[in-house]
Structure formats: structure tokens, C-alpha cells
């Protein structure tokens, strides 16, 4: 095989084509947005006046105290000489690590520490603040012994202000037992790590009032009470002053100095200095500043405490030449730590930001651009991105890591980003000679809440992540320059960070529930890291519009048919807003593809109303034959050019239009509350597709990728997208669902009830969801409506959501819970072996299902250092493979060991785990297919470099997994079923099919066929049928290869690897190596893609198990996004299969394309 890609490698380069160059390119694999008239990042150019060329630079480090005190806070420009805010716990077993010590304090009524013994605390030990205690309640549990639980207990409160002098506070004290009697018996070890028995249980809900109240810098909570097992406090209420977050410091503060310490700073490119300025909080006494131009290799260049210099400011004259300057300490102070508020590092050359790029006004939107951006509390102004979030303006500017990569979401403050920032930016206005024009300033996305300034004058407020904003400032706006001026507010529930390691990724989600709608997800999941800011920021578009006094906006078409025919009646309808205190009669006229119609409308002052086009009205709407609009899979999603306009009646001039792309489609639905069915243009819809917990981690998706990723879920003949609670607000999704015929179950914001607190402002939750809907009500591919994630939603909540749904979105449904009635969920979410799936279905659709999804090695290269890729680590579970948890990479090791053996290296690890990828997602859905009630997978879709629940990678690569996805969901479809053992056909779309040939043929591990049997059978259209027995032959491993045919052609096939035992594969070992021929059709030009084929033959005497090809440029890096007509496939011999390969021009960097070709047994 080794042969072969050579032969492919040197066809695809000698075609001497022409390709995209570098400046009609994107930004690279994973870099998003990746089209560079969709970035408007600001531009990084060399500047080489003399200055702190180390200001707004990212700085990485060798540990941080805590999550706050990270290291590029040394070059944000703000010095300080205090010592930091900090905070330490310990119990009576010791010292909590910064993963757990604020779970107690956490706002998270799930989250807890357990605490053990019959005489046990939790201290809390502040320095540089001190907290105001009035009284004090808890939550909890207690687990104890009855016959030594005989003496009473006392729960007591201690303070102290220097942590040596204790005094009581407050005490709850009883002869009995605390808090109140369960029916639960628990472990006696709660972690089960020892020898354990069964003990009772009881709830505690402690409030203690304090004799003295008052400030303390130390806090313990005492809990003596003889029999006791262990303590478990859940939350301590009243307690977000507690958390250091809450009190930024401009501090880098080091662990414990045990061993030497360093920060680093990168200037962005090679620079000279002469000198660099250290600003201390606790000073080295011993260290060196050295200069590298790899970060790898150091040179020292001065020593540090030489000069004599008084105080905490260190300045030392030092010629470096390099990119990178570092400070290596060799001794603390007496704390044993170190703390540095800033470093400047003065000289020539490095990076400054220029202006952002401007984004081009269309659709009658006028950009607004040349952001700028500070913190609350700072003078200091940088260039910023809009839309985007503040995070990413940092990260652009290269203040802080990418937050993307292996843990450098742990060099990123998390106080810092836990502020209230400022945006700015100018408005040159040229007053229209109509008098009649009105000027809109539009907001699409903030996050989470915002003041809107203009001139100084406050013009207006936004509450919520997922509104919009509309402020009408014609008569705001001066001629020429007008300042404008965005306050972003922070969360008001900003949470505390979740930390992944190897075991597990913490518990899910938090108290930033309470503030939704917002962005939950950005608190940490077990699929996605906790992100600084939780994604503060002007997210989303910002932009002028004008008309004269009336808009129209958010249009609607809904349509009947009449079945079993398919003439359409249609009624359109659309929002009109008179913006002047006058009656205004207008006409209003719309069209849909040829059809046209128009009335006359009067609206009062101020008035805002729908309008809508009865068929009763206008016959022109009613019993149309029209093109429908069909999910993927079941016919074309054919849209229609339509809009609305509103004009002058007497003149005829235009006031306002609005122009969108209709489908013509009726849905309905039966047994929404016992066994959910969807039917979409009279046909039942088997809903496959998956989850998207969020679009990209940094809120950067924008169309390209939208598109990519929903031609991705095309490809691989899904029909619908979960939007799950509705974390996804982007109109280029819902167009590029439209464009391939991909439906969305459209969630709102309310997680889990598990994972977080019902929202605190029903106001602001349902403001938010009447608008979410009346702006992608024109979608044809909204497919349904979705109360809660796995709960119900609060019962005020609930009433509405359905009162709105009916009144802005009719014909549509809506269920209230995604896991319940109806509907099912609930995983599982680890690998289970192929017979699981079929052994156990809900008999519902299944909204939530999944197992890990490990890339191959290139992206895992992509997402970690080259030290963390093996063995697995910290960094894998960073990368939410964990052994632990839903995702259990345990149980995915399990399998792979016993499939084929220990892998000894991260590329074996990965290229063995593409098989389990694909058995694992194949058997997933041809499972469901036995009811097809339909299957969501959590996920299909990764939004950050992940390990975990997907089926393309974070960089756009196809997994083995997509084309187990891909083979199962084709419409027309044949396939193993390990229960019942017969090989079945499924026929979900198209018509019923007759005189189709199936044929199950038998082969041992060399591909000697053992036997084969055929059968004529008949499908109805939405059945799946028994065709042919499989039996199972006396072999440790051997093949099953089904195949139908019709009209002597190959309209499905499928190929199962079998082991007598099940998942022990391991005699493949003994396989000797395949050999395939390989030979391709130039790439061919074909608009905006490059296609050519790709033709694999097996001409050996054994099969060549999983051939995987890898489309990669002349520089030998993989070309992505890409489509393969099937990837991962086997070859008996003898056989070959042509493989269509395409992607788009702009992303080929200009290369001549290659495809290399690996396999199994290579």
C-alpha cells in the first residue's frame, strides 16, 4: 500500500494545474473564521519606534497560583503593588487543590466537598480581602454510623483574622442527629476507594446566626459529631464575594516554588531591547532574563537582584535579540512564591495592532467597524473584533494564548475577563436630503447586557444574549463624527472554572443558568472548557439601516397541501412598524418566486403589527403547484426568491423591503406526548442527525463554516440538526440548513435542570424567545420547537413558550422537554458494543445518544504538544477524553484492547480507533432504523478540539465515524442485525421498491468465502424487512458482506468484521499486508470546487481492511474541508471501488493535490 501512494502522489502533482494562491486562500486548517473577508481581526504589523514592546503580548508560565493570577496579566498594563486577592481550603485531610476548593462556593447547587471523620472541618483562608459574615447556611449531607452516633453533634463556625486566633461565631449544637432522616443508604467511602458498608443518610439545610458578625480573612466551618462518616456540604449561599474572581488583581502569582519557576513573554516576532522593567509583588531574590527565538532554546542575558535597587521595581539594562524573553527564578521570597505585576520590555520592533479589517456593507446593512475596546476601570483602548467576542479581541491582538490549544485555557485570568467592558467606535453621518428617511441602529448580538450610548447620551438597553436590538437615532445623529459607545455587561452568575484531568471533566454546567438566555455552555461541559468571559462581548453584527417611517420585517410563509397531492396553498405575512407619531396607509406588496400580491395597509402611530395574505383573498396563493421544499434524503429543499415591500400610495416610492429565500413545505405532527412522528409534505420523517452543543468555542463560525459543516451533515445523509438550548443564534446556520435540506430541533436556553438554576428573569427569558422567533420563523427548515433540555421548563416559562410558538410560528411544533414524553435521551454516551444498540431502543425518537470520537493523529497533533500526545494524560482529558464520566475513554480503551491489542503509541491509538469510530456510529443508527422514530447523536458536531462526540473533527476533518453515519442513513439502505442475526433492508424515502436482489455472502479472515445466500424481496416505502439469514460460522474472526442490487446494480452495501467472541478481533494480527493498485482522474475545475476520482483496487490474495485516503497538498499538510464519497472501507480481492474526492479552491493553498492511501494492514 505503501506503493500506492506514491503512484497517486505523483499523478495529482504532475496535472500542472492552476490552484487558489495564498491571497484567495483561507487562514489555514482550524483558524476561523477562516475567510479572510469574513476576519475582522485587527492587522499585526512590525513597528519599530522605541516602546514596551512586551504591552498586550501573551505570556505563558510555568504554574499560576490559582486560576486568576495567570501570567499574561504582567503585560496588560496595569501595575500594582498590592498583593493579590487569593484564596486557600483545607480540611481536616489537607489541602484542597484549585479544582475543587471552590466547590462549596460555587452558586452550583450540585457541586460539593466531601468531608470525613467524626471531627472535621473546612477552612477557608483568604489573603489581601476578607469577607463580611452575618450568618452562615450550607446545604449538605451527612453519612454516619447508628450505633456511634449516640452523643450529639455540634456544627460550628470559626473566624480569625490573622489564622491563629480563633473565635467562635456561631454554633448549631443538638443531642440527636442533624437535618432530617432519609430512606437513601450510602457508601461509607463515598469515592468507594476502600472497603465499604451501607449507612444512612440524612439531609442537612444549616443556617447559623452570627453572635459576631463582621470581616475575617479566615473562616472554619467545624463539624464534631461522633459516628460520623462523612460530611458532604453542597453550597454555602450568600458566598460569590467569596471567590477571588470577584476581586481582580494585575498579579502573576506562582505556586509554591518548589522548583524553579519562568514566564515567558511572546512578542510576536523577532525584536530588539535593551532593557526590561519588572514591577514586583513578591520579588525574586535569585533569577535570570534570557532570549530565545524558539522558545525551546535559551540564552541568558542578565541575572537578576544584582544591581542595587530599592524596593519592588526591578529595572535592568539587557541587550536581546529574539522573539521570546524570559524570566527563569531560581529563589522566593520568604512566601515561596513569586508575584510580578507587569514586565515591560523596552525596544525596538514586535507587533502593534492597526484598525480591524472592515466588513462590507450589503443587503442595505452599513457595517459599522473600527472598533476599539477596554476593560472597566482601565484607560487603556486596544483594536477590536466585531463581531466577536472579548476573549477573541484579546486573542487577536496576541494578549492571551490561544485558548484552543493543549491547556492554554489555563493561562487565561479568569478574573480578568470577569468585568464589564467598553466598545467604541465612530459614525460619520451625512444627514439625507429626505426628510421622510429614518436611521436605524441594529444590535444582533450582545452578551449578556448593554448599554447603548450615543454622543454620550444614553440611547438604549439590550437584556439578553439571543435578542435583537433596533433603535431608531435620526434625530440622535449630529453631521460627521458621532462617538458610540457599547457597555457590555458582565454575568451576573459568572460561575467558578471546571478543570478536566485524565478521570474526569467536573460536573456539568452551573449558575450561569440563572442568567439566561446567555451562552450556558461557556461555563464548562463535559464536551466543551470553561471559557473566560463566558463569551462577554458584541457577538453578533452591528449595522445602520434606513427607511422612511415603516419597516417591514421578519416574513412568513406558512403552506397546506392538498394531499395525497401536492398543491400548495400559502398564506405570507410579514411585521410592519410605523416609526412616526402620524397614521400612515401604505401599500404593501410581496412575491414568491413568480407569484405576486399586495394590499393596502393603515397603521396607527407607533403601531407594530403583523399583516398576512389569505389564500381566501388572494386566489393567486391557493392550489399552486409549486416545488416543495424536502428534507435531505427525501427530495430537493427547493427555496423560492420572495419578499416583501412597502411603498408610498400615492407616489409609489419605496419605504422599506425585506427580501428572503422561502420553502414551500407543511408539517405535522401526531402522539407529540407518547411516541413523537413527524411528517413533513405528507410523508413520515425519520429524523437523523445530531446535537450541536454550540457552533465554535470563540463564537467564530461565520458562513463558510456553517456552510462546510452543514454540507458535512448533508454528505453524510442526515436530515436534522439539534440547536441545543439554543446556543446556536447565527442566521448562516439556518441558510445553510435551508440550502441542503437539514431541519433543526430548535431548543431554548434551559439546560438540564441537573446542570444549572432555572433562569432568574422570566421577563427577559421570553422577551428574548418571542423575538428568537419571530427572527428565524422564515426558515423552512425549522422543523420543531423544544421547551427544555432532559426537563421540563418552569410552568411560566412553559405557558408562554407554546402561546408564542402558536402565535409567531404556526403549524409548528413544540414539545416541552427533550427527553420525556414523546420523546427519549439520556445516552447512553460511552462505547457499547454493536449488539447493545440493537438490544436496546427506546422505541422513540431518541434525542441524545453518542460514545467518544478520537481524530486521527494529524488533528490530534493539531490540538496538543508534542510531550502530551502519549500515553494519555491530563491533556487528553483537557480534551474532554476522559476515563471517567458519560464519555467513558475507559470503556473505549476497554474494547480497543480487547479488539486488537494494547496500542504502544499515539498513532497506533488513533488509527485503531477509527474502526471503533466506525462500528460505533454505524451500529448507533442502524439500530434506530428498526422503528426509524429517528436518532440525534450528542453530537455530530465539534465545536473546539475535542476527543468526544463528534463526527468531523474541530479542524474539519471527516472521521471514520462519518462514514459510519454516512453508510448507515442512506435512504435505501441494507444492513447486519447482530441480534436477530438476518441481514435487513430499510427503505425510509423515495417510494416503495420492488425486485431488489439481497445477498449476504460469508468470508473467514483471508477472504475465502465460506457462503453466500440471495433473496428477491420488496420494500415498502417507511419499512424495514427481514431478507437474509446470517449464520455464524465456526471462525475467530471472519467477514459478512451484504450488498442489494437493482436492475443488476449496487444501490447499497455494507461489510462487517466479526469475531467469534464479540469485539475480539485480535487474530487480524496474523493478517498479512494488503496490496492495492491505485489509480485516479486528474482533478478537474468545477466552479468553486476541485474534483477528481480516485479509482483502489485490491490486488492481493487478502483483504485490505479500513483503506483510509487522506487528500493532502505538495507542502505535505492534509487539504481541509474535504469530501470523500467513502473513506474507511474494505477490499475483498479483486475488488475496487472509485472514490469521488472534491474541496473547495480555496482551500487548496494553491497545491497540487494528492491523495495518500493507508490501511489496517498495510
Given at each position: 500500500m505503501k506503493k500506492a501512494v506514491v503512484v497517486i502522489a505523483l499523478l495529482s502533482q504532475a496535472l500542472g494545474l492552476t490552484y487558489a494562491d495564498d491571497q484567495t486562500g483561507t487562514r489555514g486548517i482550524g483558524q476561523y473564521p477562516g475567510r479572510p473577508s469574513q476576519f475582522t481581526a485587527p492587522q499585526m504589523v512590525k513597528d519599530d519606534t522605541y516602546?514596551?514592546?512586551?504591552?498586550?503580548?501573551?505570556?505563558?508560565?510555568?504554574?499560576?497560583?490559582?486560576?486568576?493570577?495567570?501570567?499574561?496579566?504582567?503585560?496588560?498594563?496595569?501595575?500594582?503593588?498590592?498583593?493579590?486577592?487569593?484564596?486557600?481550603?483545607?480540611?481536616?485531610?489537607?489541602?484542597?487543590?484549585?479544582?475543587?476548593?471552590?466547590?462549596?462556593?460555587?452558586?452550583?447547587?450540585?457541586?460539593?466537598?466531601?468531608?470525613?471523620?467524626?471531627?472535621?472541618?473546612?477552612?477557608?483562608?483568604?489573603?489581601?480581602?476578607?469577607?463580611?459574615?452575618?450568618?452562615?447556611?450550607?446545604?449538605?449531607?451527612?453519612?454516619?454510623?447508628?450505633?456511634?452516633?449516640?452523643?450529639?453533634?455540634?456544627?460550628?463556625?470559626?473566624?480569625?483574622?490573622?489564622?491563629?486566633?480563633?473565635?467562635?461565631?456561631?454554633?448549631?449544637?443538638?443531642?440527636?442527629?442533624?437535618?432530617?432522616?432519609?430512606?437513601?443508604?450510602?457508601?461509607?467511602?463515598?469515592?468507594?476507594?476502600?472497603?465499604?458498608?451501607?449507612?444512612?443518610?440524612?439531609?442537612?439545610?444549616?443556617?447559623?446566626?452570627?453572635?459576631?458578625?463582621?470581616?475575617?480573612?479566615?473562616?472554619?466551618?467545624?463539624?464534631?459529631?461522633?459516628?460520623?462518616?462523612?460530611?458532604?456540604?453542597?453550597?454555602?449561599?450568600?458566598?460569590?464575594?467569596?471567590?477571588?474572581?470577584?476581586?481582580?488583581?494585575?498579579?502573576?502569582?506562582?505556586?509554591?516554588?518548589?522548583?524553579?519557576?519562568?514566564?515567558?513573554?511572546?512578542?510576536?516576532?523577532?525584536?530588539?531591547?535593551?532593557?526590561?522593567?519588572?514591577?514586583?509583588?513578591?520579588?525574586?531574590?535569585?533569577?535570570?532574563?534570557?532570549?530565545?527565538?524558539?522558545?525551546?532554546?535559551?540564552?541568558?542575558?542578565?541575572?537578576?537582584?544584582?544591581?542595587?535597587?530599592?524596593?519592588?521595581?526591578?529595572?535592568?539594562?539587557?541587550?536581546?535579540?529574539?522573539?521570546?524573553?524570559?524570566?527563569?527564578?531560581?529563589?522566593p521570597d520568604a512566601s515561596g512564591r513569586y508575584a510580578l505585576s507587569e514586565m515591560q520590555v523596552m525596544g525596538k520592533g514586535g507587533l502593534r495592532a492597526e484598525a480591524a479589517n472592515t466588513l462590507a456593507s450589503k443587503n442595505g446593512k452599513q457595517m459599522l467597524n473600527q472598533w476599539q475596546l477596554r476593560r472597566e476601570g482601565s484607560d487603556a483602548w486596544i483594536q477590536a473584533t466585531v463581531p466577536g467576542t472579548v476573549l477573541t479581541s484579546y486573542m487577536n491582538i496576541g494578549a492571551v494564548p490561544d485558548n484552543r490549544y493543549d491547556d492554554n485555557m489555563r493561562q487565561i485570568s479568569e478574573s480578568f475577563f470577569n468585568s464589564d467592558f467598553w466598545y467604541r467606535t465612530t459614525i460619520n453621518h451625512q444627514p439625507s436630503a429626505n426628510k421622510n428617511q429614518h436611521t436605524y441602529l441594529n444590535f444582533d448580538g450582545i452578551n449578556w447586557k448593554a448599554d447603548i450610548l450615543l454622543n454620550g447620551e444614553k440611547i438604549g438597553r439590550i437584556d439578553g444574549a439571543f435578542i435583537r436590538s433596533r433603535i431608531d437615532v435620526t434625530k440622535k445623529l449630529k453631521p460627521g463624527a458621532n462617538k458610540l459607545e457599547v457597555h457590555v455587561i458582565k454575568n451576573a452568575h459568572f460561575g467558578v472554572v471546571k478543570q478536566k484531568n485524565l478521570q474526569n471533566t467536573d460536573l456539568n454546567g452551573g449558575e450561569l443558568g440563572a442568567d439566561n438566555p446567555t451562552f450556558h455552555a461557556s461555563i464548562g461541559w463535559d464536551w466543551i472548557t470553561n471559557t473566560p468571559g463566558r463569551e462577554i462581548g458584541i457577538w453578533n453584527d452591528v449595522y445602520l439601516t434606513h427607511d422612511k417611517g415603516v419597516s417591514v420585517s421578519d416574513p412568513l410563509v406558512t403552506s397546506t397541501l392538498n394531499l395525497p397531492d401536492t398543491l400548495a396553498t400559502m398564506t405570507p405575512s410579514v411585521f410592519l412598524k410605523n416609526a412616526d407619531a402620524v397614521v400612515k396607509t401604505v401599500k404593501l406588496s410581496g412575491f414568491i418566486g413568480k407569484i405576486q400580491f399586495e394590499q393596502e395597509v393603515s397603521l396607527q402611530p407607533n403601531e407594530k403589527r403583523e399583516v398576512a395574505f389569505t389564500p381566501a383573498d388572494y386566489p393567486q396563493l391557493k392550489n399552486q403547484r409549486m416545488n416543495l421544499w424536502w428534507p435531505n434524503g427525501y427530495g430537493s429543499p427547493y427555496l423560492y426568491d420572495a419578499g416583501f415591500k412597502v411603498s408610498d400610495k400615492a407616489s409609489g416610492e419605496v419605504i422599506s423591503e425585506v427580501n428572503y429565500k422561502a420553502g414551500i413545505r407543511q408539517l405535522n405532527y401526531a402522539d407529540l406526548d407518547t411516541q413523537t412522528k413527524i411528517y413533513i409534505n405528507g410523508k413520515r420523517l425519520n429524523p437523523l442527525g445530531g446535537n450541536w452543543g454550540f457552533s465554535e468555542t470563540n463564537l467564530n463560525y461565520r458562513g463558510r463554516e456553517y456552510d462546510t459543516a452543514v454540507r458535512y451533515h448533508k454528505e453524510m445523509n442526515y436530515n436534522m440538526i439539534r440547536d441545543w438550548v439554543g446556543q446556536i443564534g447565527d442566521e448562516e446556520l439556518y441558510e445553510a440548513c435551508d440550502k441542503y435540506g437539514i431541519m433543526i430541533w430548535q431548543d431554548f436556553w434551559l439546560a438540564n435542570p441537573w446542570d444549572g438554576p432555572d433562569p432568574d428573569d422570566d421577563k427577559m427569558f421570553l422577551e428574548n424567545s418571542a423575538d428568537y422567533i419571530s427572527r428565524i420563523r422564515s426558515h423552512a427548515c425549522i422543523g420543531i420547537y423544544c421547551g427544555r433540555n432532559e426537563g421540563f421548563p418552569p410552568a411560566s416559562i412553559d405557558k408562554v413558550l407554546r402561546e408564542q410558538v402558536k402565535a409567531i410560528h404556526p403549524q409548528l411544533g413544540y414539545i416541552p422537554s427533550s427527553a420525556d414524553l414523546g420523546v427519549s435521551g439520556h445516552g447512553p454516551y460511552q462505547m457499547k458494543s454493536p449488539s447493545f444498540y440493537f438490544a436496546n431502543q427506546s422505541h422513540k425518537l431518541h434525542s441524545e445518544r453518542g460514545m467518544p470520537n478520537v481524530p486521527t493523529f494529524e488533528s490530534l497533533s493539531r490540538m496538543m504538544e508534542p510531550e502530551h500526545l502519549w500515553p494519555q494524560s491530563d491533556a487528553w482529558g483537557q480534551h474532554d477524553y476522559t476515563l471517567k464520566g458519560a464519555q467513558g475513554g475507559e470503556s473505549f480503551n476497554n474494547i480497543m484492547e480487547k479488539r486488537y491489542g494494547k496500542p504502544q503509541s499515539a498513532e497506533q491509538f488513533t488509527k485503531w480507533a477509527q474502526w471503533l469510530n466506525y462500528d460505533g456510529y454505524r451500529a448507533m443508527y442502524e439500530s434506530s432504523l428498526q422503528d426509524r422514530l429517528g436518532l440525534l447523536i450528542w453530537m455530530s458536531h465539534a465545536c473546539w478540539p475535542s476527543m468526544v462526540w463528534c463526527t468531523y473533527d474541530y479542524y474539519f476533518e471527516p472521521t471514520a465515524a462519518y462514514f459510519g453515519v454516512k453508510k448507515a442513513c442512506e435512504p435505501l439502505h441494507i444492513q447486519y442485525n447482530p441480534v436477530k442475526k438476518v441481514a435487513e433492508v430499510v427503505n425510509f424515502a423515495g417510494g416503495a421498491k420492488n425486485g431488489l436482489v439481497a445477498k449476504a455472502q460469508i468470508f473467514d479472515m483471508y477472504g475465502k468465502m465460506i457462503k453466500e445466500e440471495s433473496k428477491e424481496v420488496n420494500v415498502a416505502e417507511d419499512q424495514t424487512l427481514d431478507a437474509v439469514s446470517v449464520s455464524n460460522p465456526d471462525e475467530e474472526v471472519y467477514y459478512i458482506k451484504l450488498t442489494l442490487e437493482q436492475n443488476n446494480q449496487v444501490v447499497s452495501d455494507n461489510f462487517y468484521v466479526m469475531g467469534k467472541e464479540e469485539d475480539n478481533l485480535q487474530a487480524l494480527s496474523k493478517l498479512p499486508k494488503a496490496e492495492v493498485a491505485v489509480s485516479g482522474k486528474r482533478f478537474v475545475q468545477q466552479g468553486e470546487e476541485w474534483v477528481g476520482e480516485v479509482e483502489i483496487r485490491n490486488t492481493g490474495n487478502v483483504p485490505a481492511l479500513l483503506v483510509r485516503l487522506n487528500l493532502k497538498g505538495g507542502d505535505g499538510e492534509q487539504i481541509l474541508p474535504v469530501i470523500y464519497s467513502d473513506n474507511y472501507f474494505s477490499l475483498m480481492p479483486n475488488e475496487c471501488k472509485t472514490i469521488k474526492v472534491s474541496y473547495r479552491d480555496e482551500d487548496g493553498r494553491g497545491q497540487a493535490p494528492y491523495v495518500e492511501i493507508t490501511g489496517f494492514n498495510k
Open positions: 516602546r514596551n514592546i512586551a504591552l498586550n503580548r501573551m505570556v505563558y508560565t510555568s504554574s499560576n497560583a490559582d486560576f486568576n493570577l495567570t501570567g499574561h496579566l504582567v503585560t496588560d498594563g496595569i501595575i500594582t503593588s498590592k498583593a493579590p486577592s487569593f484564596l486557600s481550603v483545607r480540611t481536616n485531610e489537607g489541602e484542597l487543590s484549585n479544582r475543587d476548593k471552590e466547590k462549596m462556593i460555587d452558586g452550583n447547587t450540585v457541586t460539593s466537598q466531601y468531608i470525613k471523620g467524626e471531627k472535621a472541618f473546612a477552612e477557608f483562608n483568604w489573603e489581601a480581602m476578607k469577607v463580611n459574615l452575618r450568618n452562615l447556611k450550607f446545604t449538605g449531607e451527612l453519612a454516619y454510623y447508628q450505633d456511634k452516633a449516640t452523643q450529639g453533634y455540634v456544627i460550628r463556625v470559626m473566624g480569625s483574622h490573622n489564622g491563629q486566633k480563633w473565635e467562635v461565631l456561631g454554633e448549631e449544637k443538638g443531642t440527636g442527629l442533624p437535618g432530617e432522616a432519609t430512606k437513601q443508604q450510602v457508601s461509607s467511602d463515598p469515592n468507594k476507594f476502600q472497603d465499604v458498608v451501607r449507612l444512612p443518610l440524612r439531609k442537612l439545610n444549616v443556617s447559623i446566626p452570627l453572635k459576631k458578625p463582621g470581616n475575617y480573612e479566615h473562616v472554619r466551618i467545624e463539624f464534631t459529631m461522633p459516628g460520623a462518616a462523612w460530611w458532604r456540604v453542597k453550597l454555602i449561599d450568600n458566598t460569590t464575594s467569596w471567590r477571588p474572581s470577584m476581586h481582580f488583581s494585575s498579579v502573576w502569582k506562582s505556586e509554591l516554588a518548589k522548583n524553579a519557576q519562568w514566564l515567558y513573554v511572546d512578542l510576536g516576532t523577532v525584536a530588539d531591547f535593551d532593557q526590561v522593567n519588572l514591577f514586583w509583588v513578591n520579588k525574586a531574590r535569585q533569577g535570570k532574563i534570557q532570549v530565545s527565538c524558539d522558545a525551546r532554546n535559551w540564552s541568558d542575558i542578565a541575572t537578576l537582584g544584582q544591581q542595587k535597587q530599592k524596593g519592588l521595581t526591578e529595572k535592568v539594562a539587557c541587550k536581546g535579540h529574539g522573539r521570546y524573553v524570559r524570566l527563569l527564578l531560581t529563589q
